[in-house]
């Protein structure tokens, strides 16, 4: 779901800070979630502040931080639930 764009979560501002925080401003992604980088490095890609998505590590769970990891446009589009309701 997109952060700050037309998809609003349903997560609190207090959470969407905090994951920010967490993944520094960088997509949290690793080879495990897409193919775009190699095995083993973090996604060099920077969230833009405000515009940035945020992935369910199970689908369907809850919105909380520990079920949630931010990342970038690219990476969220190589998961394999991307665009599943």
Do not use: F, V
Request: net charge positive; hydrophobic share 30%.
């Amino acid at each position: 779901m997109l952060i700050g764009g037309s998809y609003p979560m349903a997560i609190s501002e207090s959470t969407r800070q905090a994951l920010y925080q967490r993944a520094g401003g960088r997509c949290e992604c690793s080879m495990s979630l897409c193919k775009h980088h190699r095995a083993g490095d973090r996604c060099p890609h920077y969230l833009s502040l405000g515009i940035w998505e945020a992935h369910h590590r199970t689908a369907g769970g809850p919105d909380t931080l520990s079920n949630l990891i931010a990342l970038c446009a690219t990476c969220h589009k190589n998961t394999r639930t991307y665009g599943r309701s």
